[in-house]
């Protein structure tokens, strides 16, 4: 089976190495993007394609792509980490059509964002899902998924790295389900299904009179890889990527978004109903008890 790879994100570049190290199918171009201002977990995978020997394209408009393609004449489209809709003159040349992933329990919670906002909502799991790619996004048949429970402490890196690891074993599994022809796909239920929003700015700002858990959630879906969750001090952005919430203290009288400790590298702020310490931060910000934010 020849697949022509599209992709430029860490997940991407992790299930195409697991697809040529553990299967049969044959790679017989990747796309990708060398420079990307949009993904925070950007990666390209131009370097490991050099050193297999891979043809590999960047990636800089749909008409150079459907060019392409059609010159390397693949069995089947994986695109996987591509933030851009696959059209359909592309996608429907294959003869066994694309592929997609999605990280979320489809149909449930189609869209932007996933990771992130299964953390800002605090759910206590997700999913890892392939399916092939139709005119709506996240939309068509599945051909693999799987099920991730979230930790209490479950933050955007540590969920991002239970996702890799599952989506490696399916994706060889998938794989090897197709060039057997024992695939069996799985129509979604459009009843079931929801779609997250695209995420802007002023969703990971943080309002201190939110509640500490929801606090501790946005800073921890926002955490690295991504951008980081933040405050705003004279105008400028604070980034905090790490926090916990202080269960055992709890101080009346105080207004939220006092600063009532401060310690050498972290500081302790009043939330709407708990103490939160910020244990990792970055910006132009000195921290002073008695100050609010």
């Not at 489209?77 to 059509?97: D, H, V």
């Not at 060039?179 to 990971?204: E, L, V």
């Not at 590298?265 to 008695?290: A, C, H, R, W």
Request: glycine share 6%.
């Amino acid at each position: 089976m020849k697949i022509l790879f599209i992709g430029c994100v860490k997940s991407s570049e992790r299930f195409l190495k697991a697809i040529y190290h553990k299967t049969t199918a044959e790679i017989i171009g990747v796309v990708t993007k060398i420079e990307s201002n949009y993904n925070a977990d950007h990666v390209s995978l131009d370097g490991f394609c050099e050193k297999k020997n891979i043809e590999w394209l960047n990636y800089k408009n749909n008409e150079q792509l459907l060019n392409w393609v059609k010159q390397k004449n693949p069995d089947i489209i994986y695109c996987f980490g591509w933030s851009y809709l696959l059209p359909k003159e592309i996608y429907s040349l294959p003869p066994l059509g694309a592929i997609g992933y999605h990280p979320t329990l489809l149909p449930k919670n189609r869209g932007r964002h996933p990771i992130i906002w299964t953390l800002v909502l605090g759910l206590k799991e997700t999913g890892s899902t392939f399916f092939y790619l139709t005119d709506i996004p996240d939309a068509g048949d599945i051909l693999s998924q799987k099920k991730i429970i979230l930790g209490d402490s479950e933050d955007a890196n540590s969920l991002y790295e239970k996702l890799l690891l599952v989506g490696e074993q399916q994706v060889v599994e998938m794989t090897n389900s197709i060039i057997n022809q024992t695939i069996i796909p799985i129509t979604q239920d459009d009843k079931q299904a929801s779609y997250w929003r695209k995420r802007s700015k002023i969703d990971g700002e943080i309002d201190w009179r939110m509640n500490a858990k929801s606090i501790l959630q946005l800073i921890r879906a926002l955490t690295k890889p991504y951008v980081g969750a933040h405050f705003q001090y004279n105008n400028k952005d604070i980034i905090i990527w790490r926090a916990r919430i202080l269960e055992s203290e709890y101080m009346e009288n105080i207004e939220p978004g006092k600063i009532v400790n401060v310690y050498e590298n972290s500081f302790i702020v009043k939330t709407s109903d708990k103490l939160l310490q910020i244990l990792e931060y970055e910006g132009d910000f000195i921290p002073k008890e008695g100050e609010y934010l």
